[in-house]
């Protein structure tokens, strides 16, 4: 079945530093891409996502783009700030009838100033 | 515009006792309805959907069950809580043709 492996947390950074969350992903078909974050005491909310390949979702200073030979959807910021501190989860969607979407674990990161 | 409600924000539950859990959306209709279980340490686990009153799939057997009386109420209920069913619940909704998911704020259910 379908599933998404995304690297353990938590991630701990400084304000400015680069930011990866490697995220890749195993599926039948040909799914749609998500990242969602979850903000401390929120519901989850999507962040950005790309539905075929070579595709880059973007939101927020946020990118990542489908790479269907690597089978990865890498999360990437040039530049974090505190407010960025929050879980982040990579998902993908499958191309059946309803919304069935797949999530990884989720990544903690935590920003310092 | 489309707004979700899930209460409670937290429940602290002893084993055997009987759980609901309510979720209602508001400023849609028919939407696809979820619930998901975010346990600690794993990803966010599918539970039910619906994509209609009455109609409800499920995704993993277990301890729970889910009911949708109205078109946007969607309700997860035990009759007998295990300790494994601590977790955090999120529901969620889509509208029916679209990718994009809305998340409730979550309930974080401790069972003792």
């Known amino acids: 079945g379908d599933s998404v492996t995304q690297m353990e947390g938590p991630v701990t950074l400084s304000e400015e530093a680069f930011l990866t969350i490697n995220c890749t992903y195993t599926?039948?078909?040909?799914?749609?891409l998500f990242w969602y974050v979850q903000y401390p005491g929120e519901g989850l909310q999507l962040l950005l996502k790309a539905t075929k390949a070579d595709d880059k979702g973007s939101n927020k200073g946020f990118e990542a783009t489908y790479r269907k030979e690597t089978t990865s959807f890498h999360l990437e910021k040039g530049s974090v700030q505190v407010s960025d501190s929050a879980v982040y989860f990579c998902a993908l969607s499958d191309s059946g009838g309803y919304q069935k979407v797949t999530f990884g674990t989720g990544t903690k990161l935590q920003v310092i100033p | 515009s489309q707004t979700i409600h899930q209460w409670p924000a937290t429940l602290v539950q002893p084993v055997g006792s009987p759980l609901s859990l309510e979720c209602t959306v508001e400023g849609t209709s028919n939407p696809n309805l979820y619930w998901y279980r975010q346990a600690a340490g794993r990803g966010l686990q599918l539970l039910f959907y619906s994509v209609g009153i009455g109609q409800i799939s499920s995704e993993v057997p277990q301890n729970l069950s889910a009911s949708r009386p109205q078109d946007r109420q969607f309700i997860l209920s035990s009759k007998k809580l295990l300790l494994s069913d601590s977790g955090f619940y999120l529901c969620?909704?889509?509208?029916?043709?679209?990718?994009?998911?809305?998340f409730g704020s979550g309930t974080q259910l401790s069972v003792l």
């Open positions: 599926a039948t078909g040909y799914p749609s």
């Open positions: 969620a909704w889509s509208a029916e043709e679209g990718e994009k998911l809305f």
